[in-house]
């Protein structure tokens, strides 16, 4: 069971926005920084934001990433139907001694 | 460029051990404050983080699989492996190994290997 807690799916039409939230606690994002993935269909995860808002090199700038508090947000621009993925959240939590990476539950974004 | 590559049986009989070996190219496992780490999603499910090894041997594992892991690391051939012991079929997943970049309060998986099914049956 994951401590962080994303919607289950979104949607938009082409050209459109999305926006994905992730929910926490001090023990996660509260205290640490929150990366995304995005996973195609049958692929392995690929990281789309790290330090909560920046971009690895290749990453268009259409994918954004905020952190306010113990919640994280990921917002797509620019909804293409190459978009059509999984997208997990991820950052440490340190609410056991040595501590561990947790992921979210995962949204499937789907482009209408 | 960083590449992991996952190898292993793809079916272990239940009550068994499931050995899986990520083999590293373009990098050393020896880097400092990079951490190799498995991670699987059971099929139509979420990511679930196993556990990490460092190049030293230190290793940290997810408690939930604490007593069934073993994660270790051959730094000469630039490999670490998994062992999970006492497999069901809940252990029924893809297998990604990942390179995790752990640093103070800034961490991230940001290799993975395609990832391996293993079937348990």
């Known amino acids: 069971q994951s401590v962080l807690t994303q919607p289950p799916s979104v949607s938009a039409a082409p050209g459109q926005k999305v926006i994905i939230s992730c929910s926490g606690s001090?023990?996660?994002?509260?205290?640490?920084?929150v990366s995304w993935y995005q996973q195609l269909p049958g692929t392995a995860p690929k990281l789309l934001i790290y330090?909560?808002?920046k971009r690895p090199s290749g990453i268009p700038d259409r994918f954004s990433g905020s952190k306010s508090g113990t919640s994280a947000t990921l917002g797509i621009t620019g909804l293409q139907t190459g978009d059509e993925a999984d997208y997990y959240c991820?950052?440490?939590?340190?609410?056991?001694?040595?501590?561990?990476?947790?992921f979210g539950t995962g949204t499937k974004v789907t482009v209408l | 460029q960083v590449q992991l590559q996952e190898s292993g049986p793809g079916l272990v009989k239940p009550s068994e051990t499931l050995s899986l070996t990520c083999t590293v190219s373009?990098?050393?496992?020896?880097?400092?404050?990079?951490?190799w780490s498995w991670i699987r999603q059971p099929p139509g499910k979420g990511l679930e983080w196993i556990g990490y090894?460092?190049?030293?041997?230190?290793?940290n594992y997810n408690p939930s699989l604490k007593s069934r892991v073993t994660i270790s690391v051959d730094t000469s051939k630039n490999q670490f492996s998994l062992k999970l012991t006492s497999v069901t079929a809940a252990d029924t997943a893809v297998y990604y190994c990942?390179?995790?970049?752990?640093?103070?309060?800034?961490?991230?998986?940001?290799?993975w290997g395609q990832g391996t099914l293993v079937t348990v049956s």
């Open positions: 990942a390179r995790l970049h752990l640093y103070y309060d800034s961490s991230r998986p940001d290799y």
């Open positions: 373009g990098g050393s496992v020896s880097n400092d404050n990079k951490y």
């Open positions: 090894v460092y190049y030293s041997g230190n290793t």
């Open positions: 001090s023990s996660n994002i509260g205290n640490n920084y």
């Open positions: 330090d909560n808002n």
């Open positions: 991820g950052t440490w939590d340190t609410s056991l001694s040595a501590g561990l990476y947790v």
